[in-house]
């Protein structure tokens, strides 16, 4: 096997090869030489560089002095991969008193060892919430304020704009390695992580981005701001602006010193960034009171991303209290959040019936024939967030009917029972059961085709997730064949097919 050695032409070796009038070794050895040596140094570097395939034989011929320039590692942030929950920071605003009522909430949507954030607590938990749920988020204990509170003898800042400023570079401080988005919100808020990855994964998250929802009540907005995301619902700033927010927050807390509501605080200071709102239906803070079913039996056509306030709200499902409902809805989440709330529509035309489903909640049956742009009007079961009694119009942000007593407009009301995969796998099953009887006599209009006999509604929507392509879907009603059951199954509307 030749060596780096052998194949060496010493110094002595060249100054017998020197030509000269009196050197015996003429042009023709010279020549076979140098072609012996060539050949043994090419032969060298082929074995060289099939024992070690990873040096490029290139890199030997290059110009005394120069380096070629070590290829960059990759960056562990790519920011052209998918945005996954890893992306993704939750800081949660919370108290030590509210813990002990609200965890259970948290608990249903949070995944240990999963989801990435804290849970930022007014003071250290008492003995009695030890141990620590392996199922909560880890907590933290809101720094010393003392300092931020009383900026100058005249300015005294309100703690719960210091209390989201701390939270704010709190989760930035303790998260930043392939953080795209922090999400912010309370303690008393449900999030839908599958959908908010979904949907964040559509901005890009290397610009300055705020995104957040608006009140339902019209009066909440006029009186804070049309341009404000409110915090218990949930707001998402993208990496770069949360940076920029960390460096400035100090100052911004002197300028806005005055405010009294935390978020009209970071509306405020995002704004001096030259940024707005951009708003998603999808996040809901909730400022209604009493009974939420019409609302989310007619969800706006966007994915759902949070519900807040449900201590200041009736449990949601008939015969259930607050934790058992919010258990029961996730039932459904945790099989297709994409779907979730969803409304489709579609109509039993022999019968003169229109069949509204809210995916994994509600299925509404009406003995006559209505169109898309009635029934996607909430039923107006709630009332408005207000002092006033009774509050004075105009009360919401969106249109509702108010319910009737017509039996040609008053629906049949199913609720969420069960959820599971069909026998072939291929499709989900939600089951929909009459909680109460209607307590009315069919409509005479259209033909007495009463729907008093329906006991359930079996619905059956496709096992992949539902396309954010601008149309909601399709159904078809088809009995269930000498039973009192319907079923519903869903589909992608066919083009130009028109839900009336």
């Known amino acids: 096997m030749p060596s780096a050695v052998s194949a060496e032409i010493s110094t002595t070796q060249l100054q017998k090869l020197q030509f000269s009038p009196n050197n ?4 023709t050895t010279l020549t076979k030489t140098l072609a012996i040596s060539g050949l043994v140094l090419y032969l060298f570097s082929i074995f060289l560089f099939n024992d070690h395939p990873n040096c490029q034989a290139s890199h030997f011929f290059l110009p005394l002095g120069f380096t070629r320039p070590t290829p960059p590692k990759p960056n562990p942030t790519d920011h052209h991969s998918p945005t996954d929950l890893s992306h993704i920071v939750f800081g949660l605003l919370g108290s030590e008193k509210g813990w002990r009522y609200r965890k259970s909430y948290v608990e249903t949507w949070w995944r240990p060892n999963v989801t990435r954030g804290y849970l930022y ?15 909560s988020p880890p907590f933290r204990v ?39 988005w922090y999400v912010m919100g309370d303690d008393d808020t449900i999030f839908f992580v599958d959908n908010m990855v979904g949907v964040l994964s559509g901005y890009d998250h290397t610009k300055y981005f705020y995104i957040g929802g608006h009140s339902e009540t019209l009066r909440s907005n006029f009186f804070h701001s049309f341009d404000m995301g409110f915090g218990g619902a949930g707001f998402a700033l993208s990496y770069p602006l949360a940076a920029a927010l960390a460096r400035d927050l100090e100052n911004c807390l002197e300028r806005y010193w005055y405010l009294r509501v935390s978020d009209q605080f970071l509306m405020s ?72 709330l969803q409304q489709t529509i579609c109509y039993q035309k022999q019968t003169n019936r229109s069949f509204s489903i809210s995916w994994g909640y509600s299925a509404h049956v009406y003995e006559n ?78 033909g007495n085709h009463s729907a008093d006999y329906i006991s359930k509604i079996q619905v059956l929507s496709p096992v992949m997730k539902l396309p954010e392509d601008g149309r909601s879907e399709c159904c078809d009603v088809s009995p269930l064949g000498g039973t009192n059951i319907i079923g519903v199954k869903l589909r992608a509307c066919m083009e130009d097919e028109i839900i009336a």
């Open 142 to 180: 809101f720094e010393d304020n003392a300092k931020l509170l009383d900026l100058e003898e005249s300015k005294h800042v309100a703690p719960i704009l210091v209390r989201l400023v701390h939270a704010i570079l709190e989760a930035f401080r303790q998260e930043q390695e392939g953080v795209r």
């Open 369 to 446: 024939v209505f169109p898309r742009s009635i029934l996607k009007k909430p039923l107006e079961t709630f009332r408005p967030w207000s002092k006033d009694r009774p509050p004075r119009p105009p009360h919401y942000r969106f249109d509702t009917r108010w319910p009737s007593d017509d039996p040609c407009e008053a629906p049949h009301v199913f609720f969420f029972e069960s959820v599971g995969k069909s026998g072939r796998g291929d499709e989900i099953v939600t089951n929909y059961v009459r909680s109460w009887p209607r307590g009315l006599p069919a409509c005479s209009v259209f």
């Open 24 to 27: 015996s070794f003429n042009r």
């Open 269 to 340: 200071c995002v704004a001096d960034f030259g940024v707005s709102l951009t708003a998603h239906k999808g996040l809901h803070q909730i400022d209604l009171l009493h009974d939420i079913s019409g609302l989310l039996s007619a969800h706006p056509q966007a994915p759902l991303l949070s519900l807040h306030h449900f201590d200041k709200v009736d449990p949601i499902f008939p015969a259930m209290n607050r934790i058992e409902s919010t258990n029961h809805l996730m039932k459904a989440a945790n099989v297709d959040q994409s779907r979730l």
């Open 121 to 135: 607590l007014d003071r250290a938990p008492a003995k009695d919430l030890f141990p620590w749920s392996s199922s």
